[in-house]
Each structure stands twice: as structure tokens, then as C-alpha cells.
């Protein structure tokens, strides 16, 4: 059996795109395109808090000024705390060297030299004695003939 195709109904398309559109139709685009602004408007001014708070301490309106005058003074303050660094270790080194010069000092008087200008140490005789140097050895020792190396 053979059997012959059908011919194809048409639908009416606008009909479908219409009931499909109905519910974007019936909003209204003003109210979605205000609250989308005020939404934008709000994250925008949470994310630059630190901005505004900024550039009200300087008394400015442009954030570079205001970031280039907080990065100033963060300089410093920072140079600041290293020359207060410097100045204490610079005040513990004169307090070192003012003991040590002090205990210098009571070293001096309790070494201090004699009528005869003699230092009041002894110095034993064998530091002070000089001998000469011998000219000759004093044992014959092993001649480079005796070792009979080539």
C-alpha cells in the first residue's frame, strides 16, 4: 500500500508570539530601567566609601589629590618612625660608650705606672731576655742523599 503524505496545516505564528510576549508587554520598562539605576547607584557608592571618606578629610574633590596627599603622609609618618628608631639606637650606643668610658677610666687608675715609670706588672726574665740566633745547626741531621730520592 502506498499512501500519499498529507499536506502540512499551517498554524498562525503571530497569534503564538503574541501570547508568548504578553508578559514583557504588560510590565513597565520605566520601573525596571529606575530600580536598575538606583541598584547600580547604591553598589557604586558602597564600593567607593573609602573614596568619599577620603576625599572629605582632605577637603577635595578629585581621589588622585586626595590619594596622592594620604600617600604623603603615610611617607610620613613611616620616616617619621624610622627616625625615632635611629635616635634610640643612636641614644643607647652614647649611654654604651658613656660606660665604657667611664670603666675605662677606673682601669686607667688602677693601672697607673710607679715612681721608676715601671708598669706595675711583672714581666717575666725569659720575655726579656734576647738570645742570638746560632749561625750553624747543631746536629748533622739527614742529608736528601741519605733519604735516596732521585
Known sequence: MIT????IQEIDISQQAD????GINNTKLVKLLGVSTVGHVVIILLLSVGNIIMCAKYSTIDVTHAYALNTQEIKDALLADK???LDEKDAAIAARDAEMATKDAKADKKN???KDGNNSKVVPKEFTETKEAPTEPDEGGIGLDDLGID
Do not use: H, N, V, W
Not at 4 to 7: Q, V
Open 4 to 7: 500519499t503524505p498529507s499536506a
Open 19 to 22: 501570547e508568548l510576549m504578553s
Open 83 to 85: 627616625q625615632r628608631i
Open 112 to 114: 697607673t705606672k710607679d
